[in-house]
C-alpha cells in the first residue's frame, strides 16, 4: 500500500510537468555492465543516479546485471519485451548491442553512457571529457608534491584509461615542469578493476620510487592505492565520484565524472516527456568532469592552487587551454 | 568400518550424480527460502527460464557449445593426466586466429570458404598456445598447471595490446577490431531452420553447435579407437609402464596439448564468428575455467560432458531469467547454484558413494535371500 501510494504521488509529480498519459506509460530499465551494479567506481556512480530518480519520484526501475558479453544484446531485448519505455546502457562495451538493439525498437528510447559513435534516431549518447577533469587534478598532484614525482594508476590497459593518463600527464607538465610522473597498469583481464591488493603493491612501489601524489583511474583496485597512500603518508587522487571522504587526509583531491546525473537525467527527461536524443560530451564546461573539495581535504589545497586550477579550468573552458585527448589520434603528445 | 561394497556402474554413472545434483538443488532452495522467495517458483521459472520461454532454448544451447568445446579442452590433457587450466588462453589465442582470417579473407571470399579456414585458423592459433605448456612439461619439467595458467596471463596481455593498438578498429574507443564481412559470420539456426519453414525464436545460437556434436564424436573416435588415443590413455595411467611400451611420453604428451588447445580455440568459432562479428576483449568470459568443472562432472567422456555442458548452459540461461523476475536474486545467486552443484558433483562427488553402495548391496542381498527362501 505505502509503495503503491509512493508510485501514486510520483505519478502526481510526473504530471506537474507533462501528460498524465505519459507518466503511466513509463517503464524505466538499466543494463548494468560486467563490473556489478556496486563495483563501487563506474557502474555504482550510475546506480547512485538511478537510485536517486527512484527516491524522489518512486518510480520502480528493472535491472540487470550482464555476467557476459552474450547477455548485453539479451537483456536489452528482455527489458523492451517486458515493456520497458526507455533503457539505459552503461558502458562502451555495450556500445555492439545497444546498436543493434535500438535499431529493431525504434519507438523505445535508449540512452547510453561512454559512447559517443554511434547513431540511431531514439538513442541518446554520454560520453565525458575525462582527460579535462584529469589536468585539473594532474596540476594539484605536481602543485602538492615536494619530490617532484607523482604517480598514475589505472586499471585495466584499454584506451579509455589511457585517456585519464594523457589528461593528467598534461596537467602535471602545466603546472611544473621538470616533475616526473611514473605510470602503472593494473593489468590486461577486467579482474583489473577489482584488485585492490595489486593497487596497494603498485602504489608502494610508487611510493618507493619517490612518487609523493598517486593518482588512480581503477575501480575497485583503486580503494586499494588510496589505502597503500593513507598507510605510507602520501597523497592518493580519487575517480568518477568523490573518494575524499574514503581516507580523509591523504585524499588529495578526486577527478569527478557525473555519470550519475547522465542517469538521473536521462531518466527524468523520458519520464518529462523531453527526451531529445544525440551525443551529450559533458566536459568541464557542461559541469560532467571536475575536480572535488570539500571538508575533507580543504586543508590540504592552498589557496594558491586553487586559484591556478581554477585558472586553468577556465581557461579550458573558454578554449584558451587545449587538454589533448589520447582517444582522438591514440596518442599522447610528450 | 568396513570398506564398502563396489557401487554397481549403473548407480555410479546415473544414480549418484542425479543424488548429487539433487542435494547441490536442496540446498541452493534453503538459501532462496531464506532471502524470503519460493524455492519451488524459483526452480520452475529457472527451467521455463532455460527451455520453455521463446528463444530460450537457442540460448541455452548457445552456452552448451561453449561448455562442450572447452571443456573437452580439459578433457582430452585429462586423459593423459594433464591439468589443463589454460582454456581461457587457448580459446583468446583461437579468437584471434579464428579473427585474422574472417578479417584477411572474408571481404574477398565466400563463406564456403573462409569459415572453414576461419575454423582452422582457430584450431591452429588455439593448438600452437597449448603446445608450449605441454613442451615445457613434457621436455622441461615446468608443471603444466603453472604454466597454462601464466599463458592465460600472457594471452591476455597480447590481446589488450592488440586490440587496444594494431587492430582496434577507428573511430571508437571499445577494444575491438572491425566487423567481420558476412562471409565471416556463422550461419545462425533460426535463419537456418527459417529457410526450410520451421519459424523459431531469434537467438544466438549458431552452426558451431553442430561443429560441437561433431568434435564430440570425434573425441570418442580419438580416445577409444585410435592408437593415438591408446597412447594418451596409457600416458595418463602410466608413463612409466607406457615408455617402457616404447610409447614416446613427451610427444603424447605436446599432441594432447596441442589437441587441447585447438579444441578451447574452437570456442571462439561460436563467440566471435556466431555472435560478436568480431574480435572483441574478454569474450572467454570464464567458459575455460567453467569447462574444468562441467569435464569434471561429465568424467571426461563425451556423453557425460555433453549432459554437463547441457546442465550448465542451462544454469547460465535459467539463472538470467532468475534475475529477471526476482528482485531479491542477483547474479550472484547463480554462481552460488553452480558452486553448490560443481561442491557436490566435484569435489564431494563420493559422499554419497559409501551409503549408496551398502544401500544396494543389501538390497540386492535381500532379494537374493527372498529367492532362496
Redesign the interface.
Known sequence: MKKLIKMMLGAVVAVGVSTTAYAADFKPAVVYDMGGKFDKSFNEGVYGGIKRFIDETGVEVMEFEVTNPAQREQAMRRMVNRGATVVLGVGFAQADAMDKVAADFPDTKFAIIDVNWLDRPNLRQYAFKEHEGSFLVGMAAALASETDTVGFIGGMDIPLIRAFACGYVQGVKHAKGGVDVLQNMTGTTPAAWNDPGKGAELAQSQIDRGADVIYQAAGGTGIGVIRAAADAGKFAIGVDSNQNHLAPGTVLTSMLKRVDVAAYETFKDAMSGDFDTGIRILGLAEGGVGWALDEHNESLITAEMKSQIEAASADIVAGNIQVHDYRSDNNCPR | MTAPPPLPKWADLFVLPVINLLVAFFICGLIILALGENPISALVVMVKGAFVYPGSLG?TL?YTTNFIFTALAVAIAFHAMMFNIGGEGQAALGGLGGGLVCLWLAPSLPAGIVLPLAILGAAAFGAAWGVVPGYLQARRGSHIVITTIMFN?IA??L???LL??PL?QQ??????TEAFEPAGQMPKMHDLLGGLGIETTSS?LNLSFVLALLVLVGFWVLIWRTRLGYEIRTVGHNPDAAHYAGINVPRTIIVAMAIAGGLAGLMSIN?LQG??H?V????T???GFTGIAVALMGRNHPIGIFLASLLFGAL?QGG?EL??EFQSI??DM?LLIQGMIILFSGALAYMFNPPLARFIARVAAKRLEARHV
Open positions: 540460448y548457445y596471463f591476455a596481455s590481446m589488450v595490446w587496444g593498438g582496434l573511430g571508437q574507443q571499445s577494444p575491438q544466438p563467440e555472435v560478436q568480431r572483441i576483449l574478454d569474450f568470459a570464464g567458459y547460465y538470467s534475475d529477471f542477483t547474479r547463480v
